[in-house]
């Protein structure tokens, strides 16, 4: 199995704050716009953005969550290892919010589905965009796309993305992995 860097730890830090920047172009001051890390690998993307957020740029008051999505999956029950659900944990409302999934990679889109189903039983949002760190072109069997997207890669099928967070991996890199 051979891997090849596709973001290094500086690399990684630039995306972020292009994001982070990109968030506040357009949600300003965050009063009506909460952050959602879809679990389990996208709440370090998120919990880091809220971070740079608050540290950094002095925004105050994020609203950041994390939305558990196993059972909304529509391939949930063709595994045969148990499933283990992650904690959802959403402490805030968000009817009539402006929603901003984020997680690390988008693939075929079915995550990001789930999470649509999953927020319902949350309230209706006024609108729901999508955040992703990597965007895998071409594998998509949904048509979902992100509205802010640290970096687009042409990954064929037999390829994986891996992202490592220092605060879960010890290191911020992101690797193309040759199965």
Not at 19 to 37: M, P, R, Y
Not at 40 to 60: N, S
Not at 102 to 131: C, H, K, M, W
């Amino acid at each position: 199995m051979s891997q090849k860097v596709l973001l290094n730890a500086k690399e990684v830090n630039i995306i972020l704050h292009r994001l982070a920047c990109q968030l506040i172009e357009k949600h300003n001051d965050f009063s009506n716009t909460v952050l959602i890390g879809l679990q389990p690998r996208g709440i370090f993307l998120a919990d880091r953005l809220a971070q740079i957020l608050t540290e950094d740029y002095k925004v105050k008051n994020i609203k950041l969550g994390h939305l558990d999505i196993t059972f909304f999956r529509d391939d949930f029950r063709r595994s045969d290892k148990p499933l283990e659900a992650n904690a959802t944990k959403i402490n805030f409302l968000v009817e009539d919010k402006n929603i901003v999934f984020i997680d690390d990679v988008l693939y075929t889109g079915r995550s990001i589905r789930a999470a649509l189903t999953a927020i319902q039983s949350f309230g209706r949002p006024n609108e729901i965009e999508l955040l992703t760190l990597i965007d895998r072109r071409f594998s998509r069997h949904l048509p979902i796309q992100p509205d802010y997207r640290g970096r687009q890669v042409d990954v064929i099928n037999k390829e994986k993305v891996k992202v490592n967070w220092k605060e879960h991996d010890n290191e911020d890199s992101v690797y193309l992995i040759e199965k």
